[in-house]
């Protein structure tokens, strides 16, 4: 027998059957636009007129129109953060209970006992500070040589006392190196005067990391091209200067010990300074993980560089909450955690810069603060949300990705005096100079000085520098810092209000003079209310006359 076409019915109509349906649908909105029409319902919002130029206090009622918008766009970014957690918590509630619910009870039972044996105890949490002060703590017990990175934009915020005095005050002939990192972010008339000044502490190394290096077990793709008439590729990224300096010192201080077992080299320093892209560069493999975010490396990991090398690559060192909140910025891990939000991490580096240098970096229009350079920064990028309102939380990633990445150029000024530590003492320096070889190392650092590409002075921002940043290495530290962490960081605060960067050009402190006074009488007003002053009126021709325009670009500062 044979079985019918199983075909489905067609959606084809006659031409006047759609004619039809297309003129009911018509009549129908037409006969809605009626109704509404009759009883008063218009979708057209009426036209904000704003404030008439004739009405007295304009100025004090736009700025508390402009103060109002703000608050009430902060409100719906706080609520929007916590319903965004309350989400997550949920989220991950539900999974715990359909995957307590999927498993046997016997797996379950057998579960529970495991997790909580008598005389046994949990796996310690690897995002915690004390396990990542521990783990630091073991690199620094079993290296012998110690390379502190340092982030060449902000060298002096990158260093911690705490740390140079735990390596100095360890046994066993430890040694110190300072090995300067990201140098093509820098104008070289900078880069210079660092190391100058770091070298009469410590010996340095200019160092620029590679970021194109490739895993080991990824394949080369196959090419056509003769293996003689390969191209290398010299882009930015891609080449490694210093590595050859670094590894010549290191071999030279490995084979006068004279010891059967390998010199092991401990990397250490904040996040996002490039410990484990150090590592990468000098092997020539993705031997370590590394990516934007920070707190990338939770344990202590061994690669094999040469021979009778060993470097071990550590987790970035925990900042202390009692630093100011721009060092806190750049180094914590306080925006990872949650414990700080991204857009006042962002609010607290603007401070610190040229607004003008700002603009001309990120090619955006005058800013009034941090929510509209955010805003501006978002519809420059595209950063875009269902609307087309802009994304201001991307925008603030975005942006503190190019102070921590490899990507943004900024510098800080040397100081010119220099003082030893407390820590420190002229017969430490001698010493910790006297292992290597420094002519060596200075040639070194002129021929990498020579490679690399440097960026103009004009093209990179000028940064102020918070100083030394302190670092918490043991368990009882984070336990002291606890409960003096809110009144250092709001003193901190203060004081970072207080300070206001430098204008370079002599119209711009001109400008300021100008701004005090304005400033001052904002901040005597109540934020909340406009306070009306009895004065005098001189109603007469002359001041009818007069030209009475407002210009929005003298205030909201």
């Known amino acids: 027998m044979k079985r019918p076409k199983l075909k489905k019915a067609s959606k084809r109509v006659s031409c006047a059957k759609r004619y039809k349906i297309q003129k009911k649908v018509r009549e129908h909105n037409r006969k809605l636009r009626k109704e509404a029409k009759k009883k008063g319902v218009s979708k057209r919002v009426k036209k904000d007129l704003g404030v008439p130029s004739s009405a007295p206090f304009k100025e004090e009622v736009l700025r508390e129109a402009e103060q109002r918008r703000l608050k009430i766009e902060e409100e719906k970014e706080r609520k929007r953060q916590a319903k965004k957690e309350e989400r997550a918590q949920k989220r991950k509630k539900e999974k715990e209970g359909a995957s307590k619910e999927t498993e046997p009870k016997a797996k379950r039972v057998r579960k529970n006992d495991s997790e909580n044996p008598s005389g046994k105890q949990a796996a310690p949490d690897r995002n915690s500070k004390q396990f990542l002060c521990a783990e630091l703590n073991k690199v620094i017990d079993a290296s012998d040589v110690v390379l502190e990175v340092l982030d060449a934009r902000d060298p002096l915020g990158c260093r911690c006392p705490q740390l140079e005095e735990a390596v100095l005050q360890k046994g ?151 630093n100011p909140p721009a060092s806190m910025a750049l180094r914590s891990l306080q925006v990872e955690e949650g414990s700080e939000s991204v857009l006042e991490a962002v609010r607290t580096l603007l401070k610190q810069c040229d607004k003008t240098q700002i603009m001309l970096q990120y090619t955006i229009p005058d800013y009034r603060n941090c929510l509209e350079f955010l805003t501006l920064l978002a519809k420059k990028r595209g950063f875009l949300q269902k609307g087309g309102v802009p994304n201001t939380e991307q925008a603030a990633t975005t942006f503190l990705g190019d102070w921590t990445g490899a990507k943004l150029s900024y510098h800080c000024k040397a100081p010119e005096n220099h003082s030893l530590p407390a820590y420190m003492s002229d017969a430490v320096v001698a010493e910790m100079q ?124």
């Open 172 to 322: 066993g002939n430890k040694k110190l190196l300072l090995v300067l990192n990201k140098i093509d972010l820098v104008p070289k008339e900078n880069v210079e005067r660092w190391i100058q000044y770091l070298q009469q502490e410590f010996p340095v190394v200019a160092f620029k990391a590679s970021t194109l290096i490739r895993d080991k077990t990824v394949k080369a793709k196959k090419s056509r091209i003769d293996p003689s008439n390969e191209i290398q590729d010299k882009s930015r990224g891609a080449i490694c200067f210093g590595n050859g300096c670094l590894t010549e010192l290191l071999s030279t201080y490995a084979e006068n010990l004279q010891n059967e077992a390998s010199l092991k080299v401990g990397v250490v320093g904040f996040p996002n300074v490039g410990k484990s892209s150090l590592i990468n560069s000098v092997k020539g493999v993705m031997a370590c993980n590394v990516g934007m975010k920070r707190g990338m490396t939770k344990l202590m990991q061994e690669v094999h560089i040469l021979k009778n090398i060993k470097a071990i690559d550590s987790p970035g060192v925990v900042a202390s909450p009692s």
């Open 434 to 557: 006297n292992s290597w070889d420094l002519n060596k190392l200075k040639a070194g650092n002129e021929e990498t000085l020579k490679g690399v590409k440097f960026p103009s002075q004009s093209s990179s921002i000028s940064f102020i520098s918070k100083g030394l940043t302190a670092g918490l290495l043991s368990a009882s530290d984070i336990s002291e810092e606890k409960p003096a962490a809110a009144a250092t960081v709001a003193e901190a605060e203060q004081n970072d209000e207080n300070d206001e960067p430098e204008q370079t050009t002599e119209g711009s402190n001109e400008a300021e003079e100008q701004e005090q006074p304005q400033k001052l009488l904002l901040k005597k007003k109540t934020p909340g209310h406009v306070q009306f002053h009895p004065a005098p009126i001189d109603i007469s021709l002359s001041s009818v006359t007069t030209d009475d325009a407002y210009d929005f670009n003298t205030d909201f500062k």
